[in-house]
């Protein structure tokens, strides 16, 4: 509601009424503007300034939008766990989806060594994944900065996992791009089909889960993500044509 640059540009008086507003939220949205000047004990003419430096032609239009600011940050209803993954299972684990896990695996398991990329929590999830694909010997990392330097022969023959939930975050799509032009092999997880990461890569699996935000967060559950990364993993380690080090009997 209020941006770093307008609270920069606040006189003392704005900052009166903005440390009003903040702690009294559900009052204002309710106040006659002569109420809330009598409140911070200012005029209402410097009310009606402050509501121009927010954006606002008036006190009517700034009531709106903190009321539906308000609305829009109150704690929503939260899916539980279980209902996460039944939804999961029933959507997405069909016989063309298996087959889906099987290509994508194959494909990870002919290259040299494994990419991570993903910010946010998707983020953790890539580091997570990179430690899991490297206990089943395949060499992963994950690239946690995003304008890392892409170049040269060490990204040769190399399979990229991406993950983002929206599948347009920019910073992972600028490193699927460079990927990409190195001839990587882009593997991606993304909650729906039709985004830019899911459209660019050369397998996508998506886990169609409902997104959930409370206020600006997003906490859309992360669980089909770490089912798919341990899937593939213990799949693409039953597709690498040799594991030396499993012992002395081989097994």
């Known amino acids: 509601m209020f941006t770093p640059e307008q609270i920069a540009r606040f006189s003392e008086l704005d900052y009166a009424i903005y440390d009003y507003v903040m702690k009294h939220p559900h009052e204002v949205a309710y106040m006659r503007i002569r109420e809330l000047a009598e409140s911070v004990h200012v005029s209402p003419p410097t009310v009606l300034r402050f509501c121009k430096k927010v954006g606002?032609?008036?006190?009517?239009?700034?009531?709106?939008?903190?009321?539906?600011?308000?609305?829009?940050?109150?704690?929503?209803?939260?899916?539980?766990?279980?209902?996460?993954?039944?939804?999961f299972f029933e959507r997405t684990l069909t016989a063309d989806y298996e087959r889906a896990i099987v290509d994508a695996a194959a494909a990870i398991a002919q290259a040299d060594h494994v990419i991570f990329v993903g910010s946010g929590s998707s983020g953790i999830l890539a580091e997570y994944g990179s430690r899991y694909f490297s206990a089943f010997q395949k060499f992963s990392v994950y690239i946690k900065d995003p304008f890392f330097?892409?170049?040269?022969?060490?990204?040769?023959?190399?399979?990229v996992i991406a993950l983002s939930?929206?599948?347009?975050?920019?910073?992972?799509?600028a490193q699927v791009h460079r990927f990409k032009e190195k001839g990587g092999t882009i593997i991606s997880i993304t909650n729906r089909?039709?985004?830019?990461?899911?459209?660019?890569?050369?397998?996508n699996l998506t886990y169609?889960?409902?997104?959930?935000?409370?206020?600006?967060?997003?906490?859309?559950?992360?669980?089909?993500?770490?089912?798919?990364?341990?899937?593939?993993?213990?799949?693409m380690y039953r597709l690498?044509?040799?594991?030396?080090?499993?012992g002395p009997s081989g097994r």
């Open 56 to 87: 606002c032609d008036g006190f009517s239009e700034f009531k709106t939008k903190w009321k539906l600011y308000l609305r829009e940050n109150e704690r929503t209803s939260i899916i539980s766990s279980q209902e996460v993954l039944k939804e």
């Open 240 to 246: 690498l044509p040799a594991q030396t080090d499993r």
């Open 149 to 159: 330097p892409i170049y040269g022969h060490y990204f040769n023959n190399c399979a």
């Open 193 to 203: 089909k039709h985004c830019t990461l899911a459209n660019i890569s050369d397998y």
């Open 165 to 173: 939930v929206s599948g347009e975050t920019p910073h992972t799509l």
């Open 208 to 235: 169609y889960t409902t997104p959930e935000r409370i206020g600006q967060t997003d906490v859309t559950t992360q669980l089909p993500v770490v089912y798919l990364l341990e899937r593939l993993a213990k799949e």
